[in-house]
């Protein structure tokens, strides 16, 4: 027998109750939760300001771009490698009502000197993908450290003035992520950060489009770019309001003929009309748009990413990251079903005699899972899920106590977890799982499978509870369900489904709730020989979920994800160690 190419997740089940199961509010915790577990501080809010407020300064002085070189003045064969930083000239001003998702991303490095020579100002537009995640331009985040100097502005159309945030929230920045094959040299390669944000900010976000997306790239489609860059080709000065401008997209062949080589098809997208060689006639993003989201149909199609120096010579068009060609590896570090705050993905295990522990990733290197973390007893729980269902990015635990009680354990915003009760009656549920967002409203679901195999998702309400369920399907009776996150790469999150000869299956999502599930992918047979699996999400880091699996003897092994769909949705496994027969239950 071949070995399989993936695994599929531990089923979990107790007394079967006759009614469905129930929705409703309040409750006690059921297990215990240590403290939250230490992270690193952001500045405090008199830091953060500082940092707003000088780089306002340095912006006034001298308006540098991203860090970089400089772009090139117009068609060239060389790569425009460096400062490259577009704004928006001929635009109309934008209410932060109309983009309440709109960051302000400032940047001051004093150097540890008295000397002003040397300070570094930069300034970036963003977005809020999640409360706590904003999506920016790589070039704004590369080689900078934004966690010690940078400073996010939310909830404002204005730019600051002295110590007046106009009503705006500033908040630290607490890690950084580049994206792997952004090349600064070219700007190619895909040029996307995403910044995870100390704290959760009340404000709505923006999604980003689809990898199947190509609707919103054909020629002509209508898009709204957005940003607080320079207005015009003649003054360094970046606009103090929000502007917006529409601009048509464009063929990739557009941008190909004005720009060369620098412009990579798939990795980048063209819009805009040529630009006319003066302000009059222009529109066009420019110097302090950087990281800015080109939005179409309510999604951001692309992410500002560079153009031509001073943004008006003729012929030019706008370039911008292709966010359908990276949405896998963006959605996996907004949702990074991450434990210890470090961007990977951990476990959670039980012993038979309620010994809970959480193990925390190492990345992608051997043994991949160590340093645990003991949670205490947990006993009296039948089931556990990880799966971050407010959106505060603290990871947060779905348990069924052994009455048929389901809790969500969350972080209350202070200083400890509690328990929010979900409802009685879920023991009739033979198995219960978090994969992400399969609704399409941006908030984590819930799927569960009844003793009579009927499958059903509970969308996520974003506070811990659920709602009204939705029927995806019956036969599931001798499926063993799993997974979480994205595996086919197509910015939607997908279930797995072991069935009961050891086939495991891909059911890719669909991004609404019915149906919730597209046609199934054969990913491979002879899964038979494992007794668990656990569905941690993005072990290794590289931006696609993983499946780590047990087998008869207790040795766990690990599937990295590659993010393609069918026999190749894993790569060939690899030990993580023997000893797991010690654990009856993982998240």
């Known amino acids: 027998m071949a070995l399989p190419a993936a ?23 059921v297990p215990p939760r240590p403290a939250v577990t230490e992270r690193p501080a952001t500045a405090s809010p008199a830091e953060l300001a500082h940092r707003v407020r000088e780089s306002g300064a340095a912006l006034k002085s001298d308006t540098p771009a991203a860090p970089g070189a400089e772009p090139e003045a117009g068609p060239s064969t060389e790569a425009p490698s460096g400062r490259i930083d577009p704004k928006i000239i001929g635009g109309t001003n934008a209410s932060i009502s109309e983009a309440p998702w709109m960051v302000q991303l400032h940047y001051y490095d004093d150097k540890g000197t008295t000397d002003t020579a040397d300070d570094e100002g930069y300034f970036c537009g963003g977005t809020l993908v999640a409360p706590a995640k904003v999506l920016t331009a790589a070039h704004c985040v590369y080689g900078l450290d934004w966690a010690e100097n940078g400073a996010v502005l939310a909830g404002t159309a204005q730019l600051p003035e002295g110590n007046d945030l106009h009503g705006g929230r500033v908040a630290g920045v607490w890690r950084q992520w580049v994206n792997p094959t952004y090349r600064p040299s070219s700007i190619s390669g895909g040029d996307l950060a995403v910044l995870t944000l100390g704290e959760a900010l009340p404000y709505k976000t923006l999604r980003p489009t689809t990898s199947g997306d190509t609707a919103s790239y054909a020629n002509g489609t209508p898009a709204t770019v957005y940003g607080w860059g320079r207005t015009s080709s003649t003054s360094q000065d970046i606009s103090p309001t929000l502007k917006k401008a529409t601009v048509p997209m464009r063929s990739d062949a557009s941008c190909t003929s004005y720009w060369g080589s620098d412009f990579v098809p798939g990795q980048m997208a063209c819009a805009g009309t040529p630009a006319s060689g003066q302000d009059a006639g222009t529109v066009s993003p420019c110097n302090g748009d950087s990281g800015g989201p080109l939005v179409v149909n309510g999604r951001i199609a692309g992410v500002v990413s560079w153009g031509v120096e001073d943004c008006v010579a003729s012929g030019a068009y706008g370039v911008y990251a292709k966010v359908s060609s990276y949405v896998g590896e963006v959605n996996s570090r907004v949702d990074d079903t991450d434990l210890d705050f470090d961007g990977l993905a951990d476990l959670f295990a039980r012993t038979p005699g309620g010994d809970a522990y959480e193990y925390y990733s190492l990345g992608d290197r051997w043994p991949y899972l160590d340093n645990r973390l003991s949670l205490g007893d947990w006993g009296g729980v039948s089931l556990v899920r990880q799966g971050d269902l407010d959106r505060d990015f603290y990871q947060d635990y779905v348990y069924r106590a052994s009455d ?11 200083d400890a977890y509690d328990s929010i009760r979900v409802g009685g009656g879920w023991n009739v549920m033979k198995d219960l799982r978090v994969p992400g967002d399969l609704s399409g409203d941006a908030l984590p679901d819930l799927v569960a499978k009844d003793k009579y195999g009927v499958l059903w998702l509970y969308p996520g309400k974003g506070d811990g509870t659920f709602g009204s369920r939705v029927r995806i399907g019956g036969g599931w009776a001798k499926y063993t369900i799993t997974g979480k996150g994205d595996y086919n790469r197509d910015g939607r999150p997908d279930l797995l489904a072991r069935d009961g000869s050891g086939v495991l299956w891909l059911y890719p999502g669909t991004g609404k709730a019915a149906p919730a599930l597209g046609s199934r992918v054969r990913v491979g047979g002879g899964w038979s020989v494992y007794s668990a699996f656990a ?18 003897s207790g040795v766990m092994w690990l599937y990295k994800g590659t993010g393609k769909s069918g026999t190749a949705t894993f790569k060939t496994r690899v030990r993580v160690g023997g000893g797991w027969n010690a654990f009856n239950l993982f998240g």
Request: proline share 6%; aromatic share 4%; net charge negative.
């Open 7 to 29: 695994g599929a997740a531990l089923a979990l089940s107790g007394a079967v109750l006759a009614a469905a199961p129930a929705q409703a509010s309040g409750g006690a915790p």
């Open 535 to 552: 569905t941690a999400g993005d072990v290794t880091g590289d931006g696609r979920p993983d499946l780590l699996a047990r087998d008869g």
């Open 404 to 414: 048929g009680v389901l809790y969500t354990l969350a972080f209350n915003g202070v």
